[in-house]
């Protein structure tokens, strides 16, 4: 989860954005639930737009020249064709993003454009909803979606943490923030694992996919330490007990 506040002249902008299961009890429909709040913190009403820009992703120009490639994630490097319809954005005639509030199309057929008109002191929300990969819901579950509030998902997203996290160490240390610290690297290293697999980054960067056979271990040894034997033990037997990794090579390349 990611909190993001900034100031654009006379507006206060926070971003809250998180990934949940939209069905809890099965830990399914992952989705990507963001919030933007902006507050006008000026003498006079704001009028103007707000603009969600949808680009694809670059091409990695360091794409399987690092590490050991072992798995590749899901992902869809189609080219994408946009189309806003009923405040939803399609690619490729799917679902992709949807607002909880009237938009508009913008310049470039992957914008969505709220039209703001802010009073003074007042603050205004927008809710946007993206499923996240593999799931490809249809149309009609994804109305269904957007109707899930951001209330109802971020208590699925704490619970589902919170049940995850029960087995780790305790700490009790004076600076509260350090107490979360540790349990904020026990969820980026199960974020980064990708089934039985602990690779070595994640997608989108330049260890995509990529194992390097020693480093991964720090996130397997952190895992044990904190009292999470069986998720390190798993890991490693996916990840670095393969045929590949125990054959011994004549020669090192």
């Known amino acids: 989860a990611v909190i ?5 002249g006379q507006v206060a902008v926070k971003q809250t954005s998180f990934v949940a299961f939209t069905d809890a009890k099965k830990n399914s429909g992952p989705a990507l639930f963001v919030r933007v709040e902006l507050t006008n913190l000026g003498e006079q009403p704001f009028i103007g737009p707000l603009a969600v820009e949808v680009r694809d992703a670059p091409p990695d120009p360091f794409e399987g020249s690092l590490g050991v490639e072992i798995f590749n994630p899901p992902r869809d490097n189609t080219s994408s064709r946009w189309e ?3 405040n939803m954005l399609f690619r490729n005639c799917r679902p992709f993003l949807a607002a909880g509030r009237k938009c508009r199309a913008g310049d470039d057929p992957a914008d969505m454009v709220f039209d703001v008109n802010l009073q003074p002191g ?5 809710d946007l909803v993206c499923p996240s990969m593999p799931w490809q819901p249809s149309a009609v579950e994804m109305e269904e979606l957007v109707r ?3 209330a109802r998902a971020r208590a699925n997203f704490k619970a589902y943490w919170e049940k995850l996290l029960a087995p780790a160490m305790k700490l009790d240390l004076p600076e509260p923030r350090l107490n979360n610290l540790y349990r904020c690297v026990l969820t980026q290293i199960f974020i980064n694992a990708y089934g039985d697999i602990m690779p070595y980054g994640a997608a989108p960067s330049n260890y995509d996919g990529s194992v390097y056979g020693v480093e991964e271990a720090w996130a397997m040894q952190a895992l044990a330490m904190s009292g999470f034997v069986a998720d390190a033990q798993r890991y490693i037997d996916t990840t670095h007990l393969q045929k590949r990794f125990l054959t ?4 090192f390349t």
């Open 4 to 8: 993001v506040e900034a100031q654009v």
């Open 84 to 86: 806003l319809k009923n």
């Open 122 to 126: 007042k603050t205004t929300i927008f």
């Open 148 to 150: 899930l509030s951001h």
């Open 248 to 251: 011994k090579a004549d020669t």
